[in-house]
């Protein structure tokens, strides 16, 4: 088998963890420079090309607008530029030794996944929940339809001779705040989405949450979960590095970002999506990004020389997820219509969300330890599962404490930078 999937598995197999960035920009010549500067990097790489928000969101007028006024776009408009010049930038880059992967963030994406094929690509991501709830009101039955034609659209390459990869969103929902039982949850229904709609290479997401046992857990429940529903299908796990506010000092990036690839060699995870030293402050340069694939390649390889750290403790993640997942399967053989009911009935709802599909009847807290706890669950079928003696629903205050917890975390954990040695006396400081 050749192709995205296949690169990261034969990776795994010569004990390297892929990584790969986040990166999109809307000039040809520098979405290439991007590409060739991340396949140089000293670390196993696959690319990317994130796209812009207009094309995100269907608006291709706009984004042919600000490409003609040479406007900023946050992205590259893959809908937009014509078909010569994406292949132009994937000339002599993309082949079996860097596969690309092009990322978007939409509910309705076929304009995208037919612009990505025409360019000679097929490996993307998102999913029908993780790609609607977060981001917009698109309705929840309106993406499952959009989703189920792109997949379609995207398997149908199949029957020359490609294998398309399709990796699930759902594991990141919300980026933080979500506690780790639905998140795989969604992971995994989105990839028994793709595979009934005709995908067999699959990638499960997980994001880095707040506290790493708990998160250790979490892919070691999502990875047994995965291997009994989606055994039929190549597949692997793919972590993210924490998405929620980011630590302010460099130090304090950086050592959450290593803690990241710690958390995806010990939790079973094939690929490693990185964060920078810039996040909190603004968009990353190239060499921003470099710098961050290298180190995440760096704390990865040290990880593996290191004796393997005992299993964590079952809290149960594992049952509330199958619990969750079960009855979401329960209620329709169509993973598109059983997502829907699923919602409609409360039996999938997620924290904080604002989705008018969404109940918005669960809440979460955060331990003193940066455990993610239940505090409601709603009609959620898990309420017999949830740990006693729940934690109080946080108000404004404690949702906003929770939600800068890990950057104050890692912020006091940096180094500090070293002082300016003292001016001697009677001379003057230098400007």
């Known amino acids: 088998m050749t192709g995205f999937g296949a690169f990261v598995a034969q990776a795994a197999d010569a004990g390297a963890l892929v990584v790969q960035p986040r990166m999109g920009m ?26 812009d928000s207009y094309t995100r969101t ?113 594991g990141c929902m919300m980026g933080q705040l979500c506690p780790p039982s639905l998140l795989i949850a969604i992971s995994v229904l989105e990839a028994l989405f793709f595979r009934q709609h005709g995908l067999r290479s699959i990638s499960l997401s997980y ?32 972590v993210y590095a924490y998405m929620g506010v980011y630590p302010r000092s460099p130090g304090g990036a950086r050592l959450l970002l290593e803690d990241a690839a710690r958390l995806a060699v010990r939790g079973g995870a094939a690929r490693l999506i990185v964060k920078t030293t810039a996040e909190a402050h603004r968009i990353p340069t190239v060499a921003e990004n470099v710098r961050a ?26 049952a509330e997820a199958r619990a969750l997942i079960g009855a979401v399967l329960d209620l329709d053989a169509d993973l598109g219509r059983a997502l829907v009911r699923a ?15 969404n109940a918005g009847r669960t809440r979460s807290s955060l331990g003193p330890d940066g455990r993610l706890y239940w505090s409601a669950v709603g009609s959620m079928p898990i309420a017999g599962l949830v740990e006693g003696g729940r934690p109080p629903i946080l108000g404004s205050a404690g949702l906003l ?14 180094p500090r930078p070293a002082a300016a040695p003292p001016v001697p006396r009677g001379l003057p400081a230098a400007r």
């Open 26 to 51: 809307a000039e040809a010549a520098r979405m290439r420079d991007g590409l060739l500067a991340t396949r140089g990097a000293a670390a196993v790489t696959v690319g990317t090309i994130t796209l």
């Open 293 to 318: 694939l290298e180190a995440a390649a760096a704390a990865a390889t040290a990880e593996r020389t290191r004796p393997r750290p005992a299993a964590p403790p079952d809290t149960g993640i594992e």
């Open 207 to 238: 994001a880095q949450q707040t506290n790493a046992r708990q998160d250790e857990e979490a892919l070691a429940a999502l990875g047994r979960i995965a291997d009994e529903l989606l055994a039929d299908v190549d597949r692997h796990l793919v």
């Open 343 to 357: 919602f409609a009935a409360g039996y999938l709802d997620v924290p904080y969300c604002l989705h008018p599909d």
């Open 401 to 414: 404490s929770a939600l800068s917890h890990v950057q104050r975390r890692y912020d006091g954990r940096a």
């Open 58 to 170: 269907g608006d291709l007028d706009a984004a042919r607008r600000a490409l003609a006024l040479g406007a900023g776009l946050n992205g590259y408009p893959i809908a937009t530029h014509p078909v010569d010049v994406t292949r132009a930038v994937l000339h002599g880059v993309a082949d079996a030794g860097f596969p690309v992967q092009v990322r978007h963030g939409s509910a309705a994406p076929e304009r995208i996944f037919e612009a990505l094929l025409a360019a000679g690509l097929d490996a993307t991501e998102g999913g029908p929940v993780s790609y609607c709830l977060p981001y917009g009101r698109t309705p929840l039955h309106e993406a499952v339809a959009c989703w189920r034609r792109s997949c379609e659209l995207l398997a149908s390459i199949r029957e020359f001779g490609a294998e398309p990869h399709l990796e699930t969103f759902g």
